[in-house]
């Protein structure tokens, strides 16, 4: 699923069901699913608080559970969002891809730098209800490195470990020398649904 790193702020695209928590029984019933090459991923859910909601500049800005703050910026055709006010709980569904960059870290700083709503079909497989792709650039600690498996473990800024194959032989090349520990600059690809928390 190669792509070119997205550098652009997030772009959220937000339907107005998720926002008003008409997704839940289509979240609920999504458990896992099976992407080509990769095989059957579970998928991993936590919940994030609503900090603060700008409405002329249409930026929500949340909070994980491990404290950790994230801006997204909601596209301008979502409507809904003036429902939404501090405090209020956002349950979030992820569906973990591949590693498309992998590099050496360019700051000292864990974090998520950008994150952009990419086209589905990166996946290869349709994506079930009111899941859309997400191309993510985080400085993360890599938590296990298995270059035989072309895969690696990590922890994300919200706080989830992540375990991602490289998506092709120049990420896979670039696993090799390196340590658990270190902190890296990684692209990825994975899909997510939001919806208010009932």
Do not use: C, W
């Amino acid at each position: 699923m190669p792509m070119k790193p997205a550098r652009r702020r997030v772009a959220v695209a937000l339907a107005a069901a998720l926002l008003a928590g008409g997704a839940s029984a289509a979240l609920a019933a999504v458990t896992s699913l099976t992407l080509p090459g990769i095989g059957t991923v579970a998928v991993q859910s936590f919940i994030v608080t609503v900090v603060k909601v700008d409405l002329p500049t249409r930026e929500v800005i949340v909070k994980a559970q491990n404290g950790n703050q994230f801006a997204y910026a909601v596209a301008p055709f979502v409507v809904g969002l003036e429902q939404v006010r501090p405090n209020d709980h956002v349950d979030v569904s992820v569906v973990p891809g591949t590693i498309i960059d992998l590099e050496k870290a360019q700051t000292g700083t864990i974090g998520r730098l950008d994150t952009d709503v990419v086209d589905a079909s990166v996946f290869g497989v349709a994506l079930p209800q009111n899941f859309f792709a997400t191309q993510v650039v985080e400085n993360a600690m890599l938590v296990e490195v298995d270059p035989a498996a072309r895969t690696v473990m990590f922890k994300g800024a919200d706080g989830l470990v992540r375990i991602m194959p490289a998506a092709n032989d120049e990420v896979a090349g670039d696993m090799a020398g390196v340590q658990p520990g270190d902190l890296f600059q990684l692209t990825y690809i994975e899909a997510m649904a939001l919806k208010l928390h009932q």
